[in-house]
């Protein structure tokens, strides 16, 4: 009995042994894109030191196409959070000069990557009925939306869902919980 559980356990070892050669011989992975990072639209001076503005955005935004360097998979672009959430105060849908700020940097980047489609998630906390914050978190969406729009990203790339106080990103019932699960989440559906 003893000498065909030492056959197996060196059986095991080899074929864990010849799976780590098998796949030490393949590719190598390659690095990671940069991430890609706020341009200002019109760039035709060089060495001029730029101001970093926290108004919104009112002109053109780059609309330069790279979706080379963007990965395939869509759960490895949405892990490496290019779209950033936006968040609200307390029963409230109206964009923060913050959340202005935050929306300009993915509509960048969106107008950069033009063949992204998103989906905005609308979410809230849990206070307030199941009702209150289906509405409530179609607003946040639609707000995010509208905005976009105004900076220039095409309507037919977003698209909008409230899922109220259903899906949290931070469970439990302090203030700190209720501020993050007060949001709007960008989910990159296609490309």
């Given at each position: 009995?003893?000498?065909?559980?030492?056959?197996?356990?060196?059986?095991?070892?080899l074929?864990?042994?010849?799976?780590?050669?098998a796949?030490?011989?393949?590719?190598k992975?390659?690095?990671?894109?940069?991430?890609?990072?706020f341009?200002?639209?019109?760039?035709?001076?060089?060495?001029?030191?730029e101001?970093?503005v926290?108004?919104?955005?009112?002109?053109?935004?780059?609309t330069?196409?790279?979706?080379?360097?963007?990965?395939?998979?869509?759960a490895?672009?949405?892990?490496?959070?290019?779209?950033?959430?936006?968040?609200?105060?307390?029963?409230?849908?109206?964009?923060?000069?913050?959340?202005?700020?935050?929306?300009?940097?993915?509509a960048n980047?969106?107008?950069?990557?033009?063949?992204?489609?998103?989906?905005v998630?609308?979410?809230?906390?849990?206070?307030?009925?199941r009702?209150y914050?289906?509405?409530?978190?179609?607003?946040?969406?639609?707000?995010?939306?509208?905005?976009?729009?105004?900076?220039?990203?095409?309507?037919?790339r977003?698209?909008?869902?409230?899922?109220?106080?259903e899906r949290?990103?931070a469970?439990?019932?302090t203030?700190e919980?209720?501020?993050?699960?007060?949001?709007?989440?960008?989910?990159?559906?296609?490309?």
């Amino acid at each position: 009995m003893k000498i065909e559980t030492r056959y197996l356990a060196v059986g095991v070892l080899l074929v864990v042994a010849l799976g780590m050669v098998a796949c030490s011989g393949g590719p190598k992975a390659q690095a990671p894109p940069p991430e890609p990072t706020f341009e200002p639209a019109d760039e035709a001076e060089e060495g001029v030191v730029e101001e970093e503005v926290s108004e919104p955005v009112t002109e053109t935004l780059s609309t330069e196409e790279v979706t080379s360097e963007l990965p395939e998979d869509l759960a490895l672009l949405n892990a490496r959070g290019y779209l950033e959430d936006v968040f609200f105060d307390t029963d409230r849908f109206d964009l923060s000069p913050e959340a202005r700020g935050t929306l300009a940097k993915n509509a960048n980047w969106m107008l950069r990557y033009s063949t992204v489609l998103v989906l905005v998630e609308g979410h809230c906390d849990e206070r307030n009925t199941r009702e209150y914050n289906l509405a409530l978190g179609d607003r946040r969406a639609n707000a995010v939306r509208d905005y976009l729009i105004s900076l220039g990203v095409g309507g037919d790339r977003i698209r909008t869902i409230s899922y109220g106080e259903e899906r949290p990103f931070a469970l439990g019932h302090t203030e700190e919980a209720f501020r993050l699960n007060r949001r709007t989440h960008f989910v990159i559906t296609a490309r």
